[in-house]
């Protein structure tokens, strides 16, 4: 009978790898496994419970917030809330970052950036949606938190991962110290170790990018993809492209088998289309820690300074190889924008 770990146990014994941790981040882990467990519930049952269609309510994004976002946002701030570890949650469901005042919460040391649940417009068609987290040591001393804890960069996150709500339900993060994937067993609730030390595969044949805003894309991103189709067997090329249009999921199968994907600036997203708090920089940890890279096309994601909660940013991460290939076509042919897009974020809306 093969040993079965659940996410618990293995939180537990991994506490060790942290010689001054007294538990508190393998708790706020327990917390936020316990709200992806009740999300998923409710994920799974979507269509059968009138939580589909459109809350009428739009978020900071603009976007029609779908019940589901509304209902998995309100779940993971409560499971936050009452874990006592977190004392700031930055959502995307939420204008401002949200302030845990609740008693237990007074002394936490973390801050959490949640995007509750990416790819929310494929609920409805069924398609693979998820929860991406980022986790960081609060700064100030004392008072309050306030907004100098949340806009942290990349690299001070102590912790990162994602759930998606596929085929199968699994939990992914990393503390620094590698990647590790869990399947939920509906059987027993729990989440079991599944995939132990992820790591990314250098290269790979697989590209995943919305062509449909191919018009609007920069030189070099365009000469990337016309190079992703030219055939040429010795660099087992034409590559496949596959997009899901659920950022979670499109990153999940790179890892798995190996690709790259890229949400690059266009002319209706200057900026960049994805979060650089709560989708970006979560992402660049768990893929460096698995071996890959990520990039804004120019610049490590990890070291992108942070200006404001919904800042968003170009994005081209995966395989190694990949990631360097698609840098050497807009270092060639956008090279101008590099500066821009640096620039741009400090304007950013
Ligand atoms: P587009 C989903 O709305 C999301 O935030 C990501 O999960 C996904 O990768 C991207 O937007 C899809 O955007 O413009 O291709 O529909």
């Given at each position: 009978m093969k040993q079965v770990t659940t996410l618990g146990q293995f939180i537990i014994e991994k506490q060790n790898d942290f010689p001054y941790a007294k538990g508190e981040l393998s708790r706020l882990l327990r917390d936020i496994g316990i709200a992806a467990k009740i999300v998923n519930r409710e994920v799974n049952k979507a269509g059968l419970v009138d939580i589909l269609g459109d809350q009428g309510a739009t978020n900071v994004?603009?976007?029609?917030?779908?019940?589901?976002?509304?209902?998995?946002?309100?779940?993971?701030?409560?499971?936050?809330?009452?874990?006592?570890?977190?004392?700031?949650?930055?959502?995307?469901?939420?204008?401002?970052?949200?302030?845990?005042?609740?008693?237990?919460?007074?002394?936490?040391?973390?801050?959490?950036?949640?995007?509750?649940?990416?790819?929310?417009?494929?609920?409805?068609?069924?398609?693979?949606?998820?929860?991406?987290?980022?986790?960081?040591?609060?700064?100030?001393?004392?008072?309050?938190?306030?907004?100098?804890?949340?806009?942290?960069?990349?690299?001070?996150?102590?912790?990162?991962?994602?759930?998606?709500?596929?085929?199968?339900?699994?939990?992914?993060?990393?503390?620094?110290?590698?990647?590790?994937?869990?399947?939920?067993?509906?059987?027993?609730?729990?989440?079991?170790?599944?995939?132990?030390?992820l790591k990314i595969p250098e290269d790979g044949t697989i590209y995943s990018i919305n062509e449909g805003n191919y018009v609007h894309f920069p030189d070099g991103v365009k000469q990337y993809i016309k190079y992703c189709q030219v055939e040429d067997k010795a660099t087992l090329r034409p590559y496949t492209s596959r997009y899901i249009g659920s950022m979670v999921a499109d990153i999940h199968r790179s890892i798995i088998k190996g690709g790259v994907f890229i949400y690059p600036t266009t002319s209706s997203a200057p900026n960049g289309k994805l979060r650089l708090m709560y989708e970006c920089n979560p992402m660049a940890f768990i893929i460096e820690q698995a071996g890959g890279k990520a990039s804004d096309g120019f610049n490590r994601i990890l070291d992108l300074e942070v200006d404001s909660l919904h800042q968003r940013s170009a994005i081209f991460i995966g395989s190694e190889h990949m990631v360097l290939k698609a840098e050497e076509f807009m270092k060639a042919h956008s090279a101008g924008q590099a500066n821009g897009v640096v620039a741009s974020k400090k304007s950013v809306a």
């Open positions: 994004q603009g976007e029609n917030q779908k019940k589901l976002d509304v209902y998995a946002n309100e779940q993971f701030i409560a499971a936050l809330s009452s874990g006592g570890e977190c004392c700031i949650v930055a959502s995307e469901e939420n204008d401002d970052m949200v302030r845990i005042d609740s008693e237990v919460s007074k002394n936490a040391k973390y801050i959490v950036a949640i995007d509750p649940l990416d790819g929310s417009s494929n609920i409805d068609c069924n398609v693979a949606v998820g929860t991406i987290f980022s986790i960081y040591r609060r700064i100030t001393k004392n008072g309050l938190p306030t907004l100098e804890d949340v806009l942290q960069k990349g690299t001070n996150q102590v912790a990162a991962g994602y759930i998606i709500y596929g085929s199968s339900t699994m939990l992914v993060y990393t503390t620094g110290k590698g990647v590790n994937g869990f399947t939920l067993d509906p059987s027993i609730g729990e989440f079991c170790l599944s995939h132990p030390n």
